[in-house]
């Protein structure tokens, strides 16, 4: 399966800037996936990101807060944008498997906003 | 939008005993993934059903695939310590890519 290097592992933020998340695969993928995890919550979907198109956004997502670049089939980045509070979260991202199937998970971004 | 619903939510047992806990889906998947999230790690997929009616084992864990393909269970034998964890189920609907998370199952193995 890919092996997924995401960073940064944790950060602490003031409300009001942004954080740029980034994600390296170590093999080439079509899409990516960039989901947000809330404390004790499940997994949402965010965003689908194809190399050379815009990314998918899901509903309640919008590009202006979750800017995505996806610049290569090996790297994407997340941007979450004017944070607050509310944006404290754990973000990760996901590829698709190689042969045996399933989805892969980098170790994800832990982000808590002050 | 499709709703997984998954249960229990949390659980407490003795080292040794058996676990089970199961998704159903208000709509049909073509694929059920079976994922385990230890804290501060991302999910790490752990079983993997493709068909409807399929029964896999990875170890001590055996799922499976419901018949009308809108439901799965995952069950654990023999439960360690080490088993700790939230464990997820995921839905991929038919022509599509995108996963579908039940809620967790919080699970507690006490030694």
């Known amino acids: 399966s890919a092996v997924i290097s995401q960073k940064p592992s944790r950060d602490i933020c003031q409300r009001g800037t942004s954080l740029t998340i980034q994600c390296q695969v170590d093999s080439q993928v079509t899409m990516m996936f960039w989901y947000r995890q809330q404390p004790g919550q499940s997994l949402t979907l965010i965003a689908t990101a194809n190399q050379g198109s815009e990314a998918t956004y899901e509903s309640g997502f919008v590009i202006d807060k979750f800017p995505i670049s996806r610049p290569n089939l090996t790297f994407s980045t997340l941007t979450v944008s004017n944070m607050s509070p509310e944006d404290s979260s754990i973000y990760l991202c996901s590829v698709p498997g190689q042969g045996f199937g399933g989805y892969t998970f980098g170790s994800g971004t832990r982000l808590t906003v002050v | 939008g499709q709703q997984l619903n998954q249960s229990p939510q949390s659980m407490f047992i003795q080292e040794g005993e058996d676990v089970s806990m199961n998704c159903t889906s208000s709509?049909?998947?073509?694929?059920w993934l079976w994922y385990k999230q230890d804290p501060g790690e991302g999910p790490v997929l752990l079983i993997a059903?493709?068909?409807?009616?399929e029964l896999t084992s990875n170890g001590r864990l055996t799922a499976q695939f419901g018949i009308t393909r809108k439901d799965s269970f995952l069950n654990i034998s023999a439960s360690i310590p080490s088993d700790v964890g939230i464990y997820f189920c995921a839905g991929q609907s038919p022509g599509g890519s995108r996963l579908t998370f039940g809620e967790g199952t919080q699970l507690t193995v006490n030694p």
């Open positions: 709509s049909i998947f073509n694929t």
């Open positions: 059903l493709y068909k409807a009616g």
